[in-house]
Structures are given as structure tokens and as C-alpha cells.
């Protein structure tokens, strides 16, 4: 079984027409990547429902998966999403939009 963890890798996420810098780590076991994805600065106040609603909407949960997405105290991002049926290493290029 393939066993793991990575990050924190910088990346942006978009939701809302709001970008946020974010960092994700990893941890792997198995078919299983459990992603954690936090902003690095707060979310603006008078966006933080659109964005927690859109971020919810985008890291809907499949079929055997799950997630949770929240605004923390501090007005962060917090979010976490389950890959299951991942057949390789878990990697940051896993995390760029178009590679397979």
C-alpha cells in the first residue's frame, strides 16, 4: 500500500470571484489522499458566506467521499477533501489544474 504525506505546497483557489492564497498538505494511505486546505489570510467578512458556500459547492462530496468546509476564528479558510482510488504517489504537481 502507498503511504504518505506532502506540504505545505502554495497555491491559489478560486471561488466566489475571490482568489485565495492557500496551502494544502496531504497524507496518503493506501487509494486514500486526505487534502487539507487552509487560506493564508483571512477571508474579507462580507465575502466569507458566498466563499464558504461556493468552497462547499466545489469540494462536494463524491461518491465514498467526504469533506468539511469552515471559516475559522481568525476568518481562514479551512477546508479538507478525500480522494479515494488513487493509484500512485500523492504529489504538489498532483495539485496543478490539468495533469492527470
Known amino acids: ?11 491559489m483557489l478560486t471561488v466566489s470571484n475571490e482568489t485565495l492564497d492557500v496551502e494544502v498538505t496531504w497524507l496518503q494511505t493506501g487509494g486514500i489522499v486526505q ?13 466569507r458566506t458566498d466563499v464558504l458556500q461556493a468552497t462547499r459547492q466545489l469540494l462536494q462530496a463524491s461518491a465514498g467521499g467526504s469533506n468539511k468546509v469552515m471559516i475559522s476564528d481568525t476568518g481562514r479558510l479551512v477546508g479538507s477533501y478525500r480522494l479515494t482510488g488513487w493509484t500512485k504517489p500523492f504529489s504538489a504537481t498532483d495539485l496543478t489544474i490539468g495533469k492527470p
Not at 500500500?1 to 497555491?11: F, M, S, Y
Open 1 to 11: 500500500a502507498i503511504e504518505g504525506n506532502g506540504g505545505p505546497v502554495r497555491t
Open 35 to 47: 487534502l487539507k486546505i487552509i487560506s493564508l489570510e483571512p477571508v474579507p467578512e462580507e465575502k
